[in-house]
């Protein structure tokens, strides 16, 4: 049997990637069972077993400071091992060298966390241990120059730790307690609301496409003639975006004004929103 053959075996049987597959048959000189075993000490042919399975249940984490804030996303199997205290530990671990390369997924696999071992190492050995597959997710780095972050996090399990997480950067021209209670308010707004975008014009262009299809296929069969159902569903697509832009979303504290407005009323002028990100577990 030749060495890619072998290699190929040994993928099919454990599930382990070519590099340990290659690497677990040059220590056991070609012996595909001394193989399968080192790579069943090493944790990596149970971990990638069990990556087959599905992961929606997780945290989101915040980390940073008001310039430059991070939200990351952990997935795991239950909510059971998402309050377990060696996740709790790994994660928050996590969540701070992901500020640290601004989010950068491939660059965070490799960096060494306390423990001298890379975070993909320390990633297998946890799977191993918990016994559920665990998988990094979702995550942003928001830094812009001369803005300000605020957060939010919903559900918090402990410390940074929670289900649901936000961040909003705004630009202004100087800090107060009125500023400090607008951006909470509208981080919290996010978490409530989730907004597709800030404004309608940046909604992609993927989205709209699929409301529009599902408008149409509501409107197929209603019996109404073309020239009204083109109305109904450009009223229909503007509603839409109408409800998923942040600036035109009924400020959640008081439903009778839009976003924009709450914006242009706060005493402080020339504040402006500059992007935002929310993550929440299961969406």
């Known amino acids: ?17 070519f590099k340990d597959c290659n690497s677990a048959l040059k220590e056991s000189a070609g012996d595909i069972e001394k193989a399968v075993e080192i790579l069943r000490v090493k944790g990596i042919a149970k971990a990638s077993k069990k990556m087959s399975r599905e992961a929606k249940e997780g945290v989101v984490l915040l980390s940073g400071d ?7 996303e952990v997935n795991c199997e239950t909510d059971f091992v998402a309050k377990n205290e060696d996740f709790i530990i790994f994660v928050k671990e996590l969540s701070e060298l992901n500020n640290q390369c601004s989010s950068d997924l491939k660059k965070l696999d490799n960096l060494k966390m306390r423990n001298q071992k890379t975070v993909k190492e320390n990633l297998v050995s946890l799977i191993a241990k918990i016994g559920e597959k665990i998988t990094i997710g979702r995550a ?22 929670s289900k649901l997480g936000v961040i909003v950067s705004l630009e202004i021209n100087e800090q107060s307690d009125t500023i400090k209670t607008f951006g909470k308010q509208l981080a919290m707004h996010i978490a409530a609301s989730n907004p597709i975008a800030l404004t309608s014009d940046k909604i992609e262009k993927e989205i709209l496409d699929k409301e529009q299809e599902l408008i149409s296929e509501e409107l197929k069969n209603s019996g109404k003639p073309d ?25 959640v504290m008081d439903p009778k004004k839009k976003v924009r407005d709450i914006v242009s009323e706060t005493s402080e002028k020339g504040i402006n929103i500059i992007e935002f990100a929310r993550l929440k577990i299961g969406e």
């Open 66 to 72: 008001a310039n430059k804030t991070s939200i990351l």
């Open 227 to 251: 020239e009204i159902a083109k109305k109904i569903s450009l009223g229909k697509l503007n509603k839409f975006k109408e409800e998923n832009s942040l600036m035109t979303q009924n400020w």
């Open 140 to 161: 942003k780095t928001i830094e812009n120059i001369k803005s300000t972050n605020f957060s939010y996090q919903h559900s918090i399990i402990k410390d940074n730790v």
């Open 1 to 17: 049997m030749s060495d890619v053959e072998k290699i190929k075996q040994l993928r099919q049987s454990t599930g382990a990637g």
